[in-house]
C-alpha cells in the first residue's frame, strides 16, 4: 500500500527558481530517501535521510525531515531544465531495506 | 559504479504466453533484489523481494504462481510473467541492494511490458 502522499502532484517553474517538494508518511520510519525519475526511465537514488537526521544536503538538494509530523521537504535550488522529472519520496520502516514510495511530484522547469 | 541492467527493455507479447524479465547487477554483489511495476504517471508499487538462493516474498495481492521470481546468483534475478493478459501490461522495475550499503537500492532501467 501506500505509504508516501506528495505535495503538489505536479509543479511548474522557471529555471533558476527553487522547487520544494513534501512528502507526508504514516507509520514509524528507519530512514528516508528521495528519488528522481525521467519519464519512462528507472530510478535514481538522491538523497537519504535517516530518521535521527533532521537535515542533509547534497549539491543543490536539501532534504528536512520532521519525524513528529511524518513529514520530509525536498528543495531543489537554482533549478535546471535538466532538472524536469518526476520525484518520488519513499520509506524505509527497517527490517529487509523495503521501500514504499510515495505518489510522486512532477517537476518541469521551463527556460 | 552500483549499476543495474534490465533486458529486455521492452517487450510486447500476446495474451496467454509468458514473458521473462532479467534483472542483473553489473559490478556489485545483489544480496537482495526487488521487483516493482508501475502503472502510468503512478507510483512505484513493490511486488516481491528476492534474496539469493531462496524463495522470494511476495507482497499481499501479488499472485507467487503469476508472477514467477527465480533470485539464482548474486548477480541475477528474473521475473517471469506466465500467462500474461492485457491488465499485466505495465512498466517494470527491478532493484538490488548491494551487500555493502544496505539502506541503499540501485534500480534498473525498467522493462515496458505490453501484453496485446
Known amino acids: 500500500s501506500q505509504q508516501g502522499e506528495e505535495d503538489p502532484q505536479a509543479l511548474s517553474i522557471q529555471e533558476g527558481e527553487n522547487a520544494t517538494m513534501n512528502c507526508s508518511y504514516k507509520t514509524s520510519i528507519n530512514n528516508l530517501q528521495w528519488y528522481r525519475q525521467n519519464s519512462g526511465r528507472g530510478l535514481v537514488h538522491l538523497i537519504l535521510?535517516?530518521?535521527?537526521?533532521r537535515e542533509k544536503h547534497s549539491g543543490r538538494l536539501r532534504v528536512t525531515l520532521d519525524t513528529s509530523k511524518k513529514s520530509s521537504s525536498l528543495l531543489i535550488t537554482a533549478s535546471r531544465a535538466a532538472d524536469t522529472a518526476s520525484y518520488f519520496c519513499a520509506t524505509d520502516k527497517g527490517g529487509g531495506n523495503k521501500l514504499t514510495f510515495g505518489t510522486g511530484t512532477q517537476l518541469k522547469v521551463e527556460l | 559504479g552500483a549499476v543495474v541492467s534490465q533486458h529486455p527493455s521492452w517487450v510486447i507479447c500476446k495474451s496467454g504466453t509468458s514473458v521473462k524479465i532479467e534483472c542483473r547487477s553489473l559490478?556489485?554483489?545483489?544480496?537482495?533484489m526487488f521487483w516493482y511495476r508501475q502503472f502510468p504517471k503512478q507510483s512505484l508499487m513493490l511486488m516481491a523481494t528476492?534474496?539469493?538462493?531462496?524463495?522470494?516474498?511476495?507482497e499481499q495481492g501479488v499472485e507467487k504462481d503469476k508472477f514467477l521470481i527465480n533470485h539464482a546468483s548474486l548477480t541475477l534475478s528474473t521475473l517471469t510473467v506466465t500467462s500474461a493478459h492485457p491488465e499485466d501490461s505495465s512498466f517494470y522495475i527491478c532493484s538490488a541492494s548491494d551487500r555493502g550499503k544496505v539502506y541503499e537500492q540501485y534500480f534498473g532501467p525498467g522493462t515496458r511490458l505490453t501484453v496485446t
Open positions: 528476492s534474496n539469493e538462493g531462496s524463495k522470494a516474498t511476495y
Open positions: 535521510i535517516r530518521s535521527n537526521e
Open positions: 559490478d556489485f554483489q545483489a544480496t537482495t
